[in-house]
């Protein structure tokens, strides 16, 4: 049986941060999956980190990094890592065997 007497610390200037940060991280997410832009929002690439492999990603973020800048990659493995995965997805992605029915899957 639950702990009846716990009490919920956050407050609700917390809970419209943590609630803000998830509906602009699914919101970038969503943005980035349908337009498939060449370098995602940093919001983004964070939230691509996960699934990144350090191996094959890291290098080729450092070097989509050093062609379009800090602004499109932040100076963080995470970021870098992030935009390697992405630039090795996109083009999987945008070719027309992703297609269903003519529309992106």
């Known amino acids: 049986?639950?702990?009846?007497?716990?009490?919920?610390?956050?407050?609700?200037?917390?809970?419209r941060r943590e609630l803000a940060?998830?509906?602009?991280?699914r919101h970038a997410l969503i943005k980035t999956f349908r337009d498939l832009p060449e370098n995602p929002e940093p919001l983004a690439l964070r939230a691509l980190c996960e699934l990144a492999s350090w191996d094959r990603d890291h290098e080729l973020g450092k070097?989509?990094?050093?062609?379009?800048?800090?602004?499109a990659v932040p100076p963080k493995s995470?970021?870098?890592?992030?935009?390697?995965?992405w630039a090795r997805i996109r083009p999987v992605l945008?070719?027309?065997?992703?297609?269903?029915?003519?529309k992106p899957l």
């Open 94 to 102: 945008a070719s027309p065997a992703a297609l269903w029915n003519g």
């Open 63 to 71: 070097k989509i990094q050093r062609e379009h800048g800090l602004a």
């Open 78 to 85: 995470e970021y870098e890592d992030a935009a390697g995965l």
């Open 21 to 25: 940060w998830e509906i602009d991280l």
């Open 1 to 15: 049986m639950p702990d009846m007497n716990y009490i919920n610390s956050l407050s609700l200037d917390d809970l």
